[in-house]
């Protein structure tokens, strides 16, 4: 079975601040790891995803993820945080033998920037 | 290219009534997945089809919901009776993934969601 925990349902960071949200999975396989933002009345767009190679991803409106096998981790990072970020970000598994059919969603975290 | 189309947006019903949602998926795709959002419980996966053919429903709550898929370009998902512990953000996604070489990765897009109030 699949699962994945973000730490922190909400999180706020002054605008240019470092964004942090973090996420551990849990996989009986080597995962597909997945980040999604949703703005408000949107849905789900996906900002990037780890499949196999390099460990660091990077991914729309610079963002970017580091895959840590031994922390069974997959952080979502931002260096400076900006007002347009504000949204909601879901990290997801999806099952390797089976592509990416069934993704298992964390509960998501609310990041909220502060001018 | 239009992404995934979900109708309506908002739907305010009355328990006991039937409702249907309906999902039409990016051209050419050939996974089409139901996903319900509540704060209670976050996003689930109710069901997905392949090709038109529903692979897994394990994720549909009971009976009272139904899905189908009667052709590449349309969905339905039917609640009937509904109640009020339905409400919740219904979303439709679909994704390209037979045409894919074997190891790659599809990526779900997901459409707008319906927002449904049971009263």
């Known amino acids: 079975a699949q699962s994945v925990t973000q730490l922190g349902s909400h999180v706020s960071v002054s605008e240019g601040a470092l964004v942090l949200l973090r996420c551990n999975y849990s996989?009986?396989?080597?995962?597909?790891l997945f980040w999604y933002v949703q703005y408000p009345n949107q849905g789900l767009q996906l900002l990037l995803k780890?499949?196999?190679?390099?460990?660091l991803v990077k991914g729309i409106n610079g963002f970017e993820a580091e895959f840590k096998k031994s922390e069974t981790s997959f952080h979502l990072t931002k260096p400076s945080a900006h007002m347009s970020d504000a949204a909601e970000y879901f990290c997801?598994?999806?099952?390797?033998?089976?592509?990416?059919?069934?993704?298992?969603f964390g509960t998501g975290t609310r990041l909220t920037i502060i001018p | 290219d239009a992404g995934v189309i979900q109708s309506p947006r908002h739907e305010v019903t009355e328990m006991g009534q039937e409702v249907t949602l309906r999902c039409k998926p990016i051209?050419?795709?050939?996974?089409l997945f139901w996903y319900r959002q509540t704060m209670m419980r976050g996003l689930e996966l109710l069901i997905y089809?392949?090709?038109?053919?529903?692979?897994?429903d394990s994720g549909m709550p009971e009976d009272r919901f139904s899905a189908k898929m009667p052709n590449a370009s349309f969905s339905t998902l039917k609640i009937q009776p509904s109640e009020p512990r339905d409400s919740a953000v219904y979303f439709c996604?679909?994704?390209?993934?037979?045409?894919?070489?074997?190891?790659?990765?599809?990526?779900?897009?997901f459409g707008p969601g319906t927002r449904l109030t049971v009263l």
């Open positions: 996604a679909s994704s390209l993934r037979d045409r894919l070489p074997k190891k790659a990765v599809d990526t779900q897009y």
């Open positions: 996989s009986s396989v080597p995962p597909y």
């Open positions: 780890y499949t196999t190679g390099a460990t």
């Open positions: 997801a598994v999806g099952k390797r033998n089976f592509g990416n059919e069934k993704l298992t």
């Open positions: 051209s050419g795709h050939d996974y």
């Open positions: 089809f392949n090709n038109n053919v529903p692979i897994d």
